[in-house]
């Protein structure tokens, strides 16, 4: 696996595989076995593969989010070297806003629901990010998970609206045994957090509506920002302690 952390550098590698197909897996580190099966099928469907690791704090509307985000570089490294990751690029954050962010992407519609209403300039910050990615990796096919449903609907309309060359591939949640969905945040529960938190999956994959999968969930002392049902999915977010969990299922 080749480590690059200057882009240039990478810019002059990508150069020199335009006659290779290219999978991408843009991640934040703290890798899972969600993550690793995005890298599988990525490597199962390209020449190389190509992932990159990159805490992007514009998406980041809580600033103890953030500083709590789990970092792991040392364990991942060794994950994406038994995937056989062809490339694994680590930019900096002087290098990927050298603009000191004043050039950002914005998208006026679905991401004004749901997660942008909880998470203000979330939306914004991971578009950047992506966008920012995609021009520098000029993937043929990018990877992403299906449990950040809202996020995979912005960034395959994005990649629409600016005709950039890539194809998105959705791929299904990963969940644990128990059902809950794999998420780096998981690790900050605590064990008696992590055998509670499977009731959040059960009960939005239940047949309570909405109101009342709120509720329930609200008497089991989650704090829920919103259960919905929007795009052919019923979604939830809800806190557990100071750990904000995600999931989605398909109606």
């Given at each position: ?45 390209n020449d190389i593969t190509v992932v990159s690791i990159f805490i992007n704090h514009t998406q980041f509307n809580n600033q103890s989010d ?186």
């Amino acid at each position: 696996m080749n480590i690059v952390s200057n882009l240039s550098e990478w810019q002059a590698i990508r150069k020199k595989l335009n006659n290779q197909s290219i999978g991408f897996v843009p991640t934040m580190g703290n890798l899972h076995e969600g993550h690793l099966s995005l890298c599988q099928r990525a490597a199962s469907e390209n020449d190389i593969t190509v992932v990159s690791i990159f805490i992007n704090h514009t998406q980041f509307n809580n600033q103890s989010d953030f500083d709590l985000y789990p970092r792991t570089i040392e364990a991942d490294q060794v994950l994406l070297k038994k995937q056989k990751i062809d490339y694994l690029i680590l930019p900096t954050t002087a290098e990927i806003y050298h603009d000191d962010y004043e050039i950002m992407l914005s998208e006026k519609n679905i991401s004004h629901t749901l997660e942008g209403e909880h998470r203000p300039g979330h939306f914004d910050g991971m578009l950047t990010i992506v966008l920012k990615l995609l021009n520098l990796v000029q993937p043929t096919r990018s990877y992403f998970g299906e449990k950040d449903y809202q996020q995979l609907l912005l960034i395959k309309k994005m990649v629409s609206a600016l005709f950039l060359s890539t194809e998105i591939i959705a791929c299904p949640t990963l969940r644990a045994a128990d059902g809950l969905a794999l998420s780096s945040r998981n690790s900050r529960l605590s064990p008696e957090q992590r055998e509670h938190a499977v009731h959040f999956p059960n009960l939005l994959s239940s047949k309570f509506n909405t109101a009342e999968i709120a509720a329930k969930l609200t008497e089991l002392g989650f704090k829920v920002d919103y259960i919905a049902e929007k795009w052919q999915r019923r979604l939830g977010a809800a806190w557990l302690g100071d750990v904000r969990l995600i999931d989605n299922i398909p109606l």
